[in-house]
């Protein structure tokens, strides 16, 4: 998007005034200072940058390749893996979601790639969009808008001054032509003091039952829940010690909450939170 039509977007949709406010939202049914299992994950994940949800299993991926890994959580063990392309794709992928049956991926540069789902040990064909995105920002978050019928990039780093000290999140579809569409942009500010680290997001998770929007933001160890409206509905800590490098999240079919790590120079890890 140009400079000049992402300034007109964020007018129309205002400053992003957002205050954190009490609540009982999505964040509010766990304890993340007690969670409920952790896994050490296999060293093909050692760079596991993105988590989605599969029945009772999670789809999980590196940040090299695009090699997607079939996780039992309750079995800690890896039941198969899947690539994009016959050799697998290499790239910046950072973030992936489920769409009916199919897989999509996102590079840091807003590209997008969609797969249909494939057995164990299959390559499977695939479609290559460029958004767009990565002209305004580094993407590394990825969502899908059932009831908008688009995509959600959530932007890390700004590439443009109009998303300075902002976290910012785009909405784009291959169903519609034109470029992407800002549609969150809520100053870091509404969000409270977390020392000295930045509150860059590294994942984006959408809830369908209310519709908020789960943005993880790894250095600062943070989950900031966000409503439809823009409002910051509540902000959640991570510990310190669970958690060197948070690059997924995702809630299980039976509500859990799982938060992956990189393995920051020890091991990759996947962290359990059941609700309360």
């Not at 005034?17 to 049914?29: E, K, M, P, Y």
């Not at 695009?66 to 899947?82: K, N, Q, R």
């Not at 489920?98 to 695939?126: K, M």
């Not at 509150?199 to 809830?207: F, M």
Request: some cysteine; charged content about 20%; glycine content about 12%.
């Amino acid at each position: 998007m140009r400079v000049a039509a992402l300034a007109a977007a964020i007018i129309s949709i205002g400053a992003g005034s957002a205050t954190v406010r009490a609540g009982d939202g999505v964040l509010g049914r766990y304890d993340f200072h007690d969670p409920a299992g952790r896994w050490r994950l296999p060293k093909a994940l050692a760079e596991v940058s993105g988590l989605a949800v599969e029945g009772p299993h999670l789809l999980a991926h590196g940040d090299e390749q695009a090699v997607i890994y079939e996780l039992d959580p309750a079995t800690d063990s890896v039941v198969g893996h899947f690539s994009l392309g016959q050799p697998a794709v290499r790239g910046d992928f950072e973030a992936i979601t489920l769409v009916d049956g199919l897989v999509a991926l996102t590079t840091s540069n807003g590209v997008l790639y969609v797969a249909r789902r494939g057995a164990n040990g299959e390559a499977v064909p695939y479609r290559r969009y460029v958004t767009g995105i990565g002209g305004s920002c580094e993407v590394e978050g990825l969502a899908y808008d059932r009831p908008e019928r688009e995509f959600l990039f959530a932007c890390k780093t700004p590439r443009v001054k109009a998303l300075q000290g902002h976290l910012a999140v785009f909405g784009w579809s291959p169903e519609r032509t034109g470029p992407a569409v800002l549609r969150l942009r809520i100053s870091t500010a509404a969000i409270g003091d977390h020392g000295n680290e930045p509150v860059h997001p590294s994942e984006l998770w959408r809830d369908d039952v209310t519709g908020h929007l789960l943005l993880l933001a790894a250095r600062a160890r943070v989950i900031i829940e966000v409503s439809r409206d823009g409002q910051v509905v509540s902000v959640a800590k991570l510990r310190r010690s669970l958690h060197r490098q948070a690059e997924g999240l995702a809630i299980g079919a039976d509500g859990s909450l799982f938060v992956s790590d990189e393995a920051a120079g020890e091991y990759p890890t996947l962290t359990r939170y059941d609700r309360h």
